[in-house]
């Protein structure tokens, strides 16, 4: 299994200021992937981060407001831009070591925005 | 109607019951099956993978998948406070690698 470290575990943030997420895997995998996981809610993927080239998106998220890094491929970074009190939510990082096989996930980072 | 169905309880047991946690899904495509476990204020963590039909048993933990169905299952022998939990089920396709999760099911093993 890999583990995953994400930082800042939590954050308080004011409205209109960005924060950058990091997620860190202890070994070398193929597919890192980010979430947003709302109050109570289920996971909702927000885009894959490829090593090397942009990220991909899902339905409803946009790189201006999510910009995705993967500069090798341990590590990723999620910004939340612009923030506005929608946007408190858990975020999660997620990695496979291969396609379709087991996803795992770091603990999570819970962002309010006031 | 959304691709993974689940019953988001809570369901509530006494300790040392037999819990049984269900998922059904629409994309008959979907071969990969996992189970995730999340406590409060947690990531999830993999408690189960499953390839395909089948049976798959790991300690307490047992998970049966029945593609003909569309249903997948988890079952916890012996169920403990420490149980308590969030369980997510979550699948995937060969063509997608991509997760699709169901709601979660709150579970509390009462002492």
């Known amino acids: 299994s890999a583990v995953i470290s994400q930082k800042p575990s939590r954050d308080i943030c004011q409205r209109g200021t960005s924060l950058t997420i990091q997620c860190q895997v202890d070994s070398q995998v193929t597919m890192m992937f980010w979430y947003r996981q709302q109050p109570g809610q289920s996971l909702t993927l927000i885009a894959t981060a490829n090593q090397g080239s942009e990220a991909t998106y899902e339905s409803g998220f946009v790189i201006d407001k999510f910009p995705i890094s993967r500069p090798n491929l341990t590590f990723s970074t999620l910004t939340v831009s612009n923030m506005s009190p929608e946007d408190s939510s858990i975020y999660l990082c997620s990695a496979e070591a291969q396609g379709n096989t087991e996803a795992f996930f770091g603990q999570g980072t819970r962002l309010t925005v006031v | 109607q959304k691709e993974v169905e689940q019953d988001p309880g809570p369901l509530s047991v006494p300790e040392g019951a037999i819990v049984s946690l269900n998922c059904t899904y629409s994309?008959?495509?979907?071969?990969?099956f996992m189970w995730y476990r999340q406590y409060s204020r947690k990531g999830p963590e993999l408690l189960m993978y499953t390839y395909s039909s089948g049976n798959k048993e790991d300690g307490r933990f047992t998970a049966q998948v029945d593609k003909s169905s569309k249903y997948i299952s988890l079952f916890i022998r012996d169920s403990q406070p420490s149980d308590s939990a969030t369980y997510l089920c979550a699948m995937s396709s060969d063509s997608s690698y991509k997760l699709i999760f169901g709601s979660g099911t709150r579970l509390l093993v009462r002492p």
């Open positions: 994309n008959s495509a979907f071969q990969y």
